[in-house]
């Protein structure tokens, strides 16, 4: 059983910055597309970035570009989303995924998320 979990969440002001982290127990984060969503309260969740399989290229969300960046670290086995410049829209519960693609795909493998509160 796959299990990824994300962390890094915690209550930050306007402009402010966090680091989240996908990590896993039982796989190698490695041979996985990473994928990063995010739930805002009354909203429906909504995929914020993606880091491939080959750890050279990323897509962003529009409203993310230039602020969030994706990156993998092999050898801790964990995928992280650093986030600059924060908002008050970006409040959300934020989740990690896994697809064994070469790019993100539905998310075959989930994890618990991670709350990040945005707010003065």
């Known amino acids: 059983h796959v299990q990824l979990q994300a962390s890094g969440g915690g209550l930050v002001q306007p402009g402010g910055s966090l680091r989240l982290s996908c990590t896993a127990s039982?796989?190698?984060?490695?041979?996985?597309?990473i994928g990063w969503h995010r739930q805002a309260p009354g909203k429906k969740r909504e995929w914020t970035a993606c880091?491939?399989?080959?750890?050279?290229?990323?897509t962003y969300l529009d409203s993310v570009k230039g602020r969030f960046t994706a990156s993998r670290d092999n050898a801790k086995n964990t995928v992280y989303l650093q986030m600059d410049s924060l908002k008050p829209e970006d409040t959300a519960v934020y989740y990690c995924?896994?697809?064994?693609?070469?790019?993100?795909?539905?998310?075959?493998?989930w994890g618990e998320g991670t709350q990040v509160t945005v707010s003065s």
């Open positions: 995924s896994a697809d064994e693609t070469e790019w993100c795909g539905v998310g075959h493998y």
């Open positions: 039982t796989v190698t984060l490695r041979y996985y597309a």
């Open positions: 880091i491939n399989r080959s750890d050279d290229d990323r």
